[in-house]
């Protein structure tokens, strides 16, 4: 099985940088995702790392180290807008499906 | 445009009834998978197929059953066995190539019990 680990929830200010962590453990690891979901709404695609290292798209960042089994996604510049729920999910086996952690949800606030 | 319905938006279930949610993509996708989020919860997974006419059980199938049909089509049945099925359902799909890992989200169903 899988343990995916993540923050509650997390508050941040308008403009500021923030950093959420999750921490797994799986066997056959194949990638790990982040997605973005607003209340009420579907998850969307942030990122994807399969890789160890630092992956930038504008003002996200995701960050992989699969030897501690770790990831990162900063978000810089916050916006209101990004007030949502971050989850974060792991691939793993043959058939690459993604288990889910709980999610973290941040609340940015003026 | 090119994505996945899910149907109906909000789905009312009285006591003892089935009750069916419909997903459609027209992504051309192999793989299509059902997950079911509580609130404060992240996704968990009820049941996928990767291919027409073959699916598979996942984390919390019992009480739920699923066809596949055509490979357009993935509907999951919330049976009377499922004594707690209020929750909101998201449908997926997901295809090969340079995108295989990216999962493409339906809208979701909230399903509610009367």
């Known amino acids: 099985g899988q343990n995916i680990d993540q923050p509650t929830e997390m508050t941040a200010t308008e403009g500021a940088i923030v950093q959420i962590n999750c921490t797994y453990q799986?066997?056959?690891?194949?990638?790990l995702f982040w997605y973005q979901q607003h209340a009420g709404e579907a998850p969307t695609f942030l990122s994807y790392?399969?890789?160890?290292g630092l992956e930038e798209k504008g003002r996200f960042s995701s960050f992989l180290s699969r030897s501690k089994g770790y990831s990162y996604l900063l978000l810089k510049e916050l916006q209101m807008k990004d007030s949502a729920s971050y989850l974060c999910a792991v691939a793993s086996g043959g058939s690459y499906i993604p288990t889910f952690g709980r999610g973290t949800s941040l609340i940015v606030h003026p | 445009d090119g994505g996945i319905t899910q149907s109906p938006k909000y789905l009312f279930r009285k006591e003892g009834q089935n009750v069916t949610l419909s997903c459609e993509q027209n992504l051309n996708h192999d793989a299509m998978y059902w997950y079911r989020q509580d609130p404060g919860q992240g996704l968990r997974l009820i049941y996928y197929s990767q291919i027409v006419n073959d699916f598979q059980k996942g984390d919390i199938a019992e009480g739920y059953s699923v066809s596949r049909e055509k490979k357009e089509s993935f509907p999951l049945t919330v049976t009377s066995a499922q004594k707690n099925p209020t929750a909101f359902y998201l449908c997926?799909?997901?295809?090969?190539?340079?995108?295989?890992?990216?999962?493409?989200f339906g809208s979701g169903t909230q399903l509610s019990v009367l």
């Open positions: 799986t066997s056959g690891f194949n990638g």
């Open positions: 790392n399969v890789l160890d």
């Open positions: 997926a799909s997901k295809g090969g190539g340079a995108l295989r890992e990216k999962l493409f």
